[in-house]
């Protein structure tokens, strides 16, 4: 979409014909572009309106009516923060009680919403155009945030003692620009390859105390900056980011997970309460009746010692997310499963195990092993289904296979 386009569609006009289009349809796409060819519109402007209303109808998703009035493009759709992720990081500065926050790199404005609707003060840049101003058109409901054209890069920090009243937010991207063989855009992992750059970030925290970033959940621990929180948060059990706060953003210092689930409140956990040492068990007899497969906040924050602690159990393997222990708990933080069978994993047991018990279909879950899950049902003669579940995973270094009911 060019900025001209961009331009008309935040104009009143564009905005209210937006608005009466309604959700997108498919089907009716062609008939309503020749209408409004029709009416006079001309090409480039319906198009950008029909791709708005398929944006804002995909968009639900992730910000349910709220989409209604926001405007999109699609590599800012794709990398906004959820809103109920965003609203955790808003509650941050908030708690802070910052003059403004400057989120740096602001996107489509997902986390500048979050920000201003807790009263936060937000001044946003964006290095894109039309992204600035599509976030400057979603801000429009808080006069007094607004989002501009700019580059982290030009930005200076105010000077002392003013920095103390302001918050800086970054949420890098963590796109090449490039697709891959599937049409996606490629996702980045390595911090080398963020923009604006981890040095560019550094240098902001160092600035502002007050300082955020969220990052992507494969970042490693080795590089979490002195002093600073990590934190890595997941939703519905996906981990979605890690992030880092500096200064009076930082509940506490070293390596956290929060877990939020819709209709729950968040659950945090940190690493005081994950510091059991117990050694994972040494061998498939030492399997107990419940297993606890952690969250993957969790894992990936190195705090599956939380399920540990809490269930007075033990890992199967070291890092793999799975707890075995006697008795039935209740976790915010790890979902529970009878264990009704643990098996050395070789073809033939796990299928005559199946067969004996007329299982034809099955939920294959697998950690810490490599096998192709079409291949294996046709080994182990069953569909994909829920008549039970499987976990493919090791112990004491062997694959196995747990024979699991959800409880
Ligand atoms: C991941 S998105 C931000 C998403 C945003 N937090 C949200 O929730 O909507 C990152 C944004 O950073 C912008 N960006 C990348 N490099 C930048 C730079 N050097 N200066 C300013 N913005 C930059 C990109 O244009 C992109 O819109």
């Given at each position: 979409?060019?900025?001209?386009?961009?331009?008309?569609?935040?104009?009143?006009?564009?905005?209210?014909?937006?608005?009466?289009?309604?959700?997108?349809?498919?089907?009716?796409?062609?008939?309503?572009?020749?209408r409004l060819r029709a009416a006079g519109l001309?090409?480039?402007?319906?198009?950008?309106?029909?791709?708005?209303?398929?944006?804002?109808?995909?968009?639900?998703?992730?910000?349910?009516?709220?989409?209604?009035?926001?405007?999109?493009?699609?590599?800012?759709l794709e990398q906004a923060t959820r809103f109920e992720v965003a609203a955790g990081h808003a509650h941050r500065f908030a708690q802070a009680?910052?003059?403004?926050?400057?989120?740096?790199?602001?996107?489509?404005?997902s986390d500048a919403m979050a920000l201003s609707a807790f009263d936060v003060t937000v001044a946003a840049i964006d290095a894109d155009p039309v992204t600035a101003l599509f976030?400057?058109?979603?801000?429009?409901?808080?006069?007094?945030?607004?989002?501009?054209?700019?580059?982290?890069?030009?930005?200076?920090?105010?000077?002392?003692?003013a920095r103390d009243r302001v918050g800086a937010w970054l949420d890098p991207a963590r796109r090449t620009g490039q697709t891959d063989a599937r049409g996606r855009p490629r996702r980045v992992f390595s911090l080398e390859e963020i923009a604006p750059s981890w040095e560019r970030v550094l240098a902001v925290a160092a600035a502002v105390p007050a300082t955020g970033v969220k990052l992507s959940p494969s970042f490693p621990?080795?590089?979490?900056?002195?002093?600073?929180?990590?934190?890595?948060?997941?939703?519905?059990?996906?981990?979605?980011?890690?992030?880092?706060?500096?200064?009076?953003?930082?509940?506490t210092t070293g390596r956290t997970a929060a877990v939020l689930r819709p209709g729950?409140?968040?659950?945090?956990?940190?690493?005081?309460v994950a510091t059991a040492q117990v050694p994972a068990i040494p061998s498939l007899a030492q399997v107990r009746p419940w297993l606890y497969e952690a969250d993957r906040a969790l894992v990936q924050a190195g705090l599956v010692g939380a399920v540990t602690a809490a269930t007075d159990g033990r890992e199967l393997e070291p890092g793999l997310g799975f707890v075995t222990a006697d008795a039935a708990y209740d976790l915010g933080f790890a979902r529970r499963y009878a264990v009704t069978a643990a098996?050395?994993?070789?073809?033939k047991a796990v299928r005559a195990w199946l067969r004996a018990r007329g299982v034809t279909s099955l939920t294959v879950k697998k950690r810490g092993v490599r096998l192709d899950d079409e291949a294996l049902r046709r080994q182990l003669k069953v569909r994909a289904g829920d008549e039970g579940t499987m976990l493919l995973t090791r112990v004491a270094g062997r694959q196995c296979a747990l024979m699991l009911e959800a409880d």
């Open positions: 979409m060019d900025i001209t386009q961009a331009r008309w569609l935040s104009s009143p006009e564009g905005y209210a014909l937006l608005r009466e289009l309604g959700p997108y349809d498919e089907s009716a796409a062609p008939a309503l572009s020749a001309g090409a480039g402007f319906v198009a950008a309106l029909l791709t708005q209303q398929r944006l804002r109808t995909r968009a639900r998703e992730k910000f349910g009516n709220f989409a209604e009035g926001m405007l999109f493009t699609g590599d800012g009680s910052l003059a403004t926050v400057h989120d740096l790199g602001c996107g489509i404005g976030a400057d058109t979603n801000l429009r409901p808080w006069p007094d945030s607004r989002a501009r054209l700019g580059r982290v890069e030009d930005w200076a920090a105010p000077p002392s003692p621990h080795d590089r979490i900056p002195r002093g600073s929180e990590a934190q890595w948060v997941s939703w519905s059990g996906e981990v979605l980011e890690c992030t880092i706060w500096w200064g009076p953003l930082a509940r729950r409140a968040p659950i945090e956990v940190t690493e005081d098996l050395p994993f070789t073809v």
